[in-house]
């Protein structure tokens, strides 16, 4: 295509055809989409030599564009990677269908029988930064829970995801499901996400996936409903009756296991008696291991932690940091998290129910973990197979975002010539 | 209060309180929460004498506005009405609480025990107009999920809401709950709505209450997440397997019982086969009830059917009017449904189970009736206590909209210091 296109036009059409095969996707059997999933992880496989020599030329432009090592690593291709998207794509088939399950059921005086099943959203637009693979992993979700998608890859990954998109395109016709239920937006023109963000006609929510800047704009800009997060700032709160042999273990994992995802912890709270009296090891294994940490007054007192300031709390680095406070007691933890949080993932080490009972009361965050790493804030520990990303709204799918979270529902109410007095 | 004071930073107040409270209700206990509801019932029963004072100054200030009958009908308050108002606040109280109820709960591999919990919402904004009942049911429904509510009723039934939310207030201190937990706007000053709908910061979900006009201002300029419907267009299709017997009941309790709410039936589609075979005596009981059908060209030749045009299809009449046309078997009704259903409540008719399913797949309305009446449509009838109001959009709540749609869930994570590999 060349860039005198009419942008706004495209997305208009590719919207009205993702409506019309959404149509369709509603009442398509479980089996025939679990068919198209699987021809699609055999056509990744048996066209992986294509898929790679796409990549090659990604990764030229990305060379050309001065792409960091970290964003290249992200973009690259190997057999090895394409092997992780077919076992996606399988593992994806083989869940549970979630659409037209019953949610509840019951009868009422008036003889009415009234069924609340589970259905397709419609058309879910995502929107995501280099990784290639999410072309595959997000057709393939929203595919199962029977809706239609819009894929907008960035532009870096432009000509692999397009040849990963051919491959799904291979399973639905495959399984004579229509084409057009999962479409690649054919330009790398920035006008298009613009378009998808305002397509409220068409589209029914929009999933963005990348780094601060991209959930940002569509959070700000979008007229369609967004699920996601916009950061995770994640927060371990070290209570008076924590354990410390698992405090050590799971501090260490939360930060350092990978930094660079959204569930990695960026703060500590540190009850203040449990301090005084067991002090903190924890935070001399994050100093060993490289991490730079950077605490309050008390914290400082140990060699090595730097001073935070006012911008440290509510902080989210994604890297080989944390941040580090005392706090009076849970209450003082709450408070913090109150202001602070950014209600993706907080965990509470104690060995007291209690107060982690007060704790999961009062903390409003999508996910709170009691003695386990955040590292765990993520759809396949989860058990929910591959996930399309994790959600911080209060608004339908929250935490992790599944098939079953692409599912919307409606009630069923069978009667025999009922009428209401 | 004055007309010139600062309406943003009124209502940035109010939000402020909201969300304060939001946070002691998120954790106050059902009881309490039951003590709230049965305590404010008995102080509205109580000061009756003060509420039908304040309704006679709304009836007077209505009647200076030249309001229609029905208008004036909706504001007027008696002890009878008083009397309803009580028993539906009891009625709430006596629900189970909707908030820390587990709705899955399971265990991983890794060792970690997940359970989905729910949570209140936060904040509700509730934007209603003349009837001064829905203060109460409002303000009850959304105490009992555990949120902080903003109400903003309607200038004509200004006096008779604020002395309804002094009973509501009354309840809240009684049980020992902040009284920010339920707040009225204490202005007429239109500007307020334009506030609430976009004071994101504060309010969680908007919920309007009203006719198109409100809904369709609320819907088109809100930033916050909506919870309505802006048109019920319920369509009754008659299947060529319909029972005859059956159809006469359904049809003309679905159009005439109340014509004025949202799940009035405002149009019939005709299997071309039943009719030729069977004809539309089913038109005749309306024509008879004094209801005006209007036909497409078949259906002229029954005797007082008037022309229908084309305004007439997707058509939201709330009046003794009905539209009616043949149609070419279910998937003719299905393809008329998906250009003119408004997704509120679609009923089929027939005693072909088969041909009910295919209706119940293809067809994405909130609420699908099989051999019942489309004024089943309603959160009373559903068995769900009072209703807040009927939502159309696919995003978390959806048909009815009761306490349990009022709430959020988040997820609860237990390990051992378990730790991610």
Known sequence: MTDTMDISSVMTQIGRKAKAASAQLAFASADVKQAALESAADAVWARRAEIIAANVKDMEYGRAKGLSDAMMDRLMLDASRIQG????????????????????????????????????????????????????????????????????GGSESFHSSSAIHACLVDGLKAAGLPRDAIQLVPTRDRAAVGEMLTMT???????????????????????????AHLE?????????????????????????????????????????????????????????????????????????????NADDWGHEYLDMIIAAKIVEGVDGAIEHLRRYSSNHTDCIMTQNDATADRFFQRVDSAILMHNASTQFADGGEFGMGAEIGIATGKMHARGPVGAEQLTSFKYIVVGDGTTRP
Not at 252 to 258: P, Q, V
Not at 263 to 285: K, M, N, T, W
Request: hydrophobic share 40%; charged share 25%.
């Open 201 to 227: 006609d068409y589209i029914d929510v929009i999933v963005p996936r990348g780094g601060k800047g991209l959930v940002g704009r569509v959070q700000a800009d979008a007229r369609v409903p967004v699920f």
């Open 232 to 308: 995770g700032i994640c927060h371990i709160y070290i209570d008076t009756d924590a354990d410390m042999q698992k405090t050590r273990g799971v501090v260490l994992n939360a930060k350092t296991r990978r930094t660079g995802i959204c569930g990695s912890a960026e703060c500590l709270l540190i009850d203040r008696a449990f301090y005084d009296a067991h002090g903190a090891p924890f935070v001399q294994d994050l100093l060993d291991a490289g991490v730079e940490v950077r605490g309050d007054e008390t914290l400082q007192s140990i060699q090595g932690v730097i001073p935070a």
């Open 85 to 152: 998207i077919v076992d996606g794509l399988r593992a994806v088939a083989g869940q549970d269908d979630p659409v037209g399950k019953t949610l509840s059921e019951w009868d009422r005086p008036s003889g009415l029988h009234i069924k609340r099943i589970t259905t397709p959203l419609g058309v879910i637009g995502v929107i995501y930064e280099s990784r290639p693979n999410v072309t595959a992993d997000a057709g393939a979700l929203c595919l199962k829970a029977g809706n239609a998608v819009i894929l907008r």
